[in-house]
């Protein structure tokens, strides 16, 4: 149960950092954070004592497999995590060439 | 197991906690880089060796556009405004209401993470409800000796082709917007 916790810690320092920090950069590293304790926490999920990785060898029929189902599901995500990235650091790019600065009280020009 | 897991994890937070507060950024990406590889080696502790490949390629790639990106602009974090001495007895009057919201925030924060944690099972006596399928049948099903390839191309081949979406999106979003110069008009 530590580890949940520490998981769900983990994931809150991310969300600390999106909520209170200023610079781009900063809520950007906030979010990568909070998703990586996701993915922490899926793998936790599907974890089997004593279990091997899923893959099949031939003289060991009855093993006992870790679940294979979260780890899908997490591959998926992690790479969807990198697309999400690389499109923010885009922005980043885009809004530090129109405004000279990362800082965002000082992008006021976005009204509503 | 568990033991070592949680180490792994205090140290990530660590990590996770001076990437927040560094004064350089570039620091502060590389402190972010400690939670990633940490990822990598629990990965590894739970049994997901295709988990831990794919995070270093991620993570390594994630490095070097952000580091990218901070080298080709500013690497100092901004600096925070010096309190007034006449605001000093503003930010007394609302110190303890601050304090108040922070644990009544916590209280309610941790009792949902009890309940929903009540309701998983502890780590390790996972039981594999629906994976049971998967697990027996897809040897012969999808012909992958990898169970998770198995499940990934085949079993949820749809999610898949998503994620291909997503990529194909995300690369068409980046390009329209480091776009240097719109088509000019009267150049047609």
Known sequence: MTVYLLCFVLFLVGLFGVLTKRNIIKIAIGLIIMELSLFMFFALIGYVDNGIAPIIVQEMEKAKFVDPLPQAIVLTAIVIGLATTSMLMAIAIRLYKKYNTFDIRKIANLKG | ?188
């Open chain 2, 1 to 188: 197991m568990e033991i070592i897991l949680s180490i792994i994890l205090v140290f990530m937070i660590l990590g996770a906690i001076y990437a927040l507060y560094a004064r350089d950024l570039l620091s502060a990406l590389i402190s972010c880089g400690i939670v990633g590889y940490g990822l990598v080696i629990c990965f590894l502790l739970l049994q997901a060796p295709d988990l831990a490949i794919v995070q270093i390629v991620v993570e390594t790639i994630t490095l070097l556009i952000m580091i990218a990106v901070v080298l080709d602009s500013s690497r100092e974090e901004l600096k925070e405004k010096k309190v007034v001495g006449t605001k000093l007895s503003h930010f007394r009057k609302w110190y303890v209401m601050n304090v108040i919201l922070v644990i009544v925030c916590l209280v309610v924060l941790l009792y949902f993470f009890k309940e929903v944690t009540s309701t998983l099972d502890p780590l390790g006596k996972h039981l594999t409800r629906m994976s049971t399928a998967y697990i027996e049948n897809a040897a012969e099903k999808t012909g992958s000796a990898n169970l998770v390839t198995g499940v990934l191309f085949d079993f949820r081949g749809y999610d898949t082709l998503g994620e291909a979406t997503i990529l194909f999106t995300a690369v068409i979003g980046v390009l329209a917007i480091l776009r240097a110069k719109g088509k000019k008009t009267n150049n047609l």
